[in-house]
């Protein structure tokens, strides 16, 4: 099955910019999602086609893929960025979601 | 404004059963795809079924495939998860979530039931 790895923990200070990779197998070739997950809510899409935007969504979050690996790129960091971030694609091989294994955003 | 409601977790023994429910509202239901995802205690987002608009077809991860029954009821605009010999691997909270249309992404979540398989 596909294997999608997230570095665990990402620490940034505020109005910094922060760097979220999302390894996988010739991802580039497959559309990346990315989802924000604050402590006892539900998932959030913030990124949506490697690189769109939901409605609502503030233009700090942006993302890229290209070869084997994906980054969600927070810009002018703050405090309310701080939580969980998953990449997920979808695995036509087994017509499976597949999610990262997340990372944890501090705001230092 | 799309609202996903679960209802129906709970605390259950290893064997037992469970149905969870999704209750739908602010879109038409009968026009997307649905899934659950799970997450376990401190663990990451685990896809776990998916169920296209008319029922007709449904995907399973490999861990629940005969155990766990996803359909829906387009007139109730609801989804359903039937866990039949429950597992405590199976402890997680669920979720229900939209399928975006033109994107394979996952567009709107329920705020999740817990199910703890337990002795």
């Known amino acids: 099955s596909y294997v999608l790895t997230q570095p665990p923990s990402v620490s940034v200070a505020p109005g910094q910019t922060a760097r979220i990779t999302c390894g996988g197998n010739?991802?580039?070739?497959?559309?990346v999602h990315w989802y924000q997950q604050k402590p006892g809510q539900a998932p959030v899409l913030v990124v949506y086609?490697?690189?769109d935007r939901p409605s609502g969504i503030p233009e700090r979050f942006s993302g890229s893929n290209s070869g084997n690996t994906a980054t969600l790129t927070i810009s002018r960091v703050e405090a309310g960025d701080e939580a969980d971030y998953y990449c997920?694609?979808?695995?036509?091989?087994?017509?499976?979601?597949?999610f990262g294994t997340g990372t944890k955003v501090t705001v230092l | 404004e799309v609202q996903l409601v679960e209802s129906g977790g709970g605390l259950v023994q290893p064997g037992g059963s469970l149905r969870l429910s999704c209750a739908a509202s602010?879109?038409?239901?009968?026009?997307?795809?649905m899934s659950w995802v799970r997450q376990a205690p401190g663990k990451g987002l685990e896809w776990v079924a998916n169920?296209?608009?008319?029922?007709?077809?449904?995907y399973y991860v490999d861990s629940v495939k005969g155990r766990f029954t996803i359909s829906r009821d387009n007139a109730k605009n609801s989804l359903y998860l039937q866990m039949n010999s429950l597992r405590a691997e199976d402890t997680a909270v669920y979720y229900c979530?939209?399928?975006?249309?033109?994107?394979?992404?996952?567009?709107?979540w329920g705020q999740g039931t817990l199910v703890t398989v337990s002795s």
């Open positions: 979530a939209r399928e975006a249309t033109t994107v394979t992404t996952l567009d709107y």
């Open positions: 602010g879109f038409t239901f009968s026009s997307y795809w």
């Open positions: 169920i296209k608009q008319d029922g007709s077809e449904k």
């Open positions: 010739n991802i580039g070739s497959k559309s």
């Open positions: 086609d490697d690189s």
């Open positions: 997920q694609v979808w695995d036509s091989s087994s017509d499976h979601y597949v």
